[in-house]
Every structure is written in structure tokens, then in C-alpha cells.
């Protein structure tokens, strides 16, 4: 089955095989569908997973005997890290967030955040490499990340939480400073560096790409949220 990111709570995880690295998305929790994605070294088997999310009971059994290097948490909100506790407990994995929200993960989950990141830090994945882009609106310290995969003849591929989705950014709950700059360092450190081929993966629904948005910019801005 080729890979078009269409995955529901309950369903089969979707597999996208990269040259050096290997996605698996999988949707959990029922009332907030939430995704989690998978990453897997394809030279070392090194695995880090983006967003515990919820439900052990399933990531544990994707994560599987080979190990977990990382949980790298997208922002604090609670949906995000719900089986945080659960994995790392099970995996003894470092935990990873955005240096602004960590002390707030670390509040709702128990868990110590071990790495703090900040806007252009990287996080190895095996031999593998995520950029941090730091993008703040949706949470203080909310963070996207990166994998180039242009020199395989593929392109960028953009993990962005609840900053970026298919029809708009995240939600800043009525607050128009922090939209505006959510909007700006979308539009800046997304749009502004990225081409239209670049893939992303929210943290909810569907994937897309963003030359598929890029042209509704302005209608984000106008808009708000």
C-alpha cells in the first residue's frame, strides 16, 4: 500500500520507507485523534517517536523489542503526551521538548524532560538527523522537525505538531498576539525556507504538502483564529 497518510483510530499504522529512514504513523486516542509517528534508522534500527500521544498499548507494541532512543514531544499540551509516562518507563528513552514547555511536560506527566531543545538543535535519529524549528503561538515552546531528505533525489519532511495543519495553523484559543505570531513564524521559518514538494505531518488528521497551502496564506492571516 503506498503511503498517503490516511490513518484512523483503531486502523492499520501507515509505513512511508525513506532512503535512510522509515516513518510509521498511527492514530490514537478516539475523542482527539491524535497522531504519533515512528522513526526508524534504516542503517542502525535506531527508532525515536514523535509525540506519545496516548495509548501504550499500542505504541509499545509498534516500538517493539528493538529499543527507543527518544520521545520527542511537540508542545505541552496534554493531548501529546499522555503515554509519555508508559514508554519511557517501558523503553528508558530520553525525553525531548522544546526548552519553553519543558517544565510545563514535565508538570503534567512526571517525566523529566532529559533534552532541551532550542530553534536550530538537532536530534539524531540512528545516523539519521531532525532539525528543531522552533515555532511559537500554538505553546510558548511548540517545535517542528525536520528531515532532509534531498540528497536521496527526495524532499523535506516536516513533523509540525499542532503548529501546521491542512487549511491552517493551530489554534491560539482567541489570543491575537500569539496568533500573529504563530502566522509570522509559519510563514518565515516554513513557507520562507521550504519548496511546495515538502511533506508534513501534523499532530492531528491528514498530511499534506505545502505548495498545496502555500497559496492560502493570506486567507490564514485575514482569518485569525
Sequence with gaps: MSYVGDVTVGGSPQVRELDALTITKVAVDEKMSNN?????????????????????????????????????????????????????????AAVVAGEPDADAITEQTGVPVTVRVRDGDTVAVGAATLQVIRVTGHTPGSIVLGYDDTASGGTWHLFTGDSLFPGGVGNTFGDAAAFRTLVDDVESKIFGRFGDDTWFYPGHGDDSRLGDERPHLPEWRERGW
Excluded at 45 to 58: F, H, K, R, V
Excluded at 69 to 79: F, P, R
Aim: with cysteine.
Design 36 to 92: 504519533a509517528y515512528l522513526l526508524r534508522c534504516r542503517e542502525t534500527g535506531a527508532q525515536a517517536l514523535i509525540d506519545a500521544a496516548d495509548s501504550p498499548e499500542t505504541l509499545l507494541p509498534l516500538i517493539g523489542d528493538d529499543g527507543l532512543a527518544a520521545v520527542v514531544t511537540t508542545h505541552q499540551h496534554w493531548d501529546h503526551h499522555r503515554a509519555l509516562p508508559a514508554v519511557v518507563e517501558a523503553t528508558g
